[in-house]
């Protein structure tokens, strides 16, 4: 597809399972960026990938949370032993290396919308 | 610190009026973006115009435009001609560091709401 694809839509899981949220995204694009949309928090930064390394993990809430991208391409987030606070909407976004530096939009993809029970 | 603060947690607006959506910015930084991102219903953030620190002429995009007051640190977006599509929450957003890669930092939105 054209743009940022993330799956799946939508997850409910139990407290203190792992759960596994994928991205897709847009082809070409080299900059890779995880985002958590909660109602209380608003947008937050969680990672940022260049290729396959994470040059920015300063968004990572705790150590529960980890991410990897291989090929350049797919990214998976993993949240291990889930928490009620990890509800959220999460979103990916992903942009072009040829962008101007200042500038360098990022498209996001329509979210995973995390439910922990 | 760098920081987003949109003011106006709903904006309501007749169709085919006009609207101008707060956003006010911080950053100690000389080099910086700003964003303007909405997001329908269906979840997805969608691009819609962006402010270079350094542009001379406010930024256009279609209907939409952003009146950009660097010495008020402030990028307000306007729409123009308000649709019922337009009916969604919409994000202010800034760069976080002078590098292309470097994540966006939002303010926590605004709720507009198009009635015929």
């Known amino acids: 597809g054209a743009g940022v694809s993330q799956s799946p839509s939508n997850k409910v899981t139990e407290k203190g399972k792992d759960v596994e949220l994928r991205c897709d995204p847009i082809s070409g694009h080299t900059a890779l960026y995880w985002y958590r949309q909660s109602l209380g928090q608003g947008l937050e930064f969680l990672i940022y990938?260049?290729?396959?390394?994470?040059?920015?993990k300063s968004g990572l809430p705790s150590d529960r949370f980890s991410a990897e991208r291989t090929g350049g391409s797919v990214s998976t987030l993993t949240i291990q032993r889930t928490q009620q606070e990890d509800s959220a909407v999460y979103l990916c976004?992903?942009?072009?290396?040829?962008?101007?530096?200042?500038?360098?939009?990022?498209?996001f993809g329509a979210g995973t919308r995390l439910s922990v029970l | 610190a760098q920081k987003i603060t949109q003011t106006q947690p709903g904006m309501f607006v007749q169709e085919k009026e006009a609207v101008t959506l707060d956003c006010t910015y911080d950053t100690s930084d000389p080099s910086y973006g700003l964003f303007w991102y909405k997001q329908p219903s269906s979840g997805e953030m969608i691009f819609l115009i962006y402010q270079g620190s350094y542009d001379q002429q406010n930024a256009t995009e279609g209907r939409y435009s952003l009146n950009f007051q660097k010495a008020r640190k402030s990028a307000n977006l306007v729409i123009s001609a308000s649709q019922l599509g337009d009916s969604a929450m919409y994000f202010c957003?800034?760069?976080?560091?002078?590098?292309?890669?470097?994540?966006?930092?939002f303010g926590k939105g605004t709720t507009l709401s198009v009635s015929s």
């Open positions: 990938f260049q290729g396959n390394s994470a040059p920015d």
């Open positions: 976004a992903s942009s072009s290396p040829t962008q101007v530096e200042a500038k360098n939009i990022q498209y």
């Open positions: 957003a800034m760069r976080r560091g002078r590098q292309a890669g470097t994540a966006l930092i």
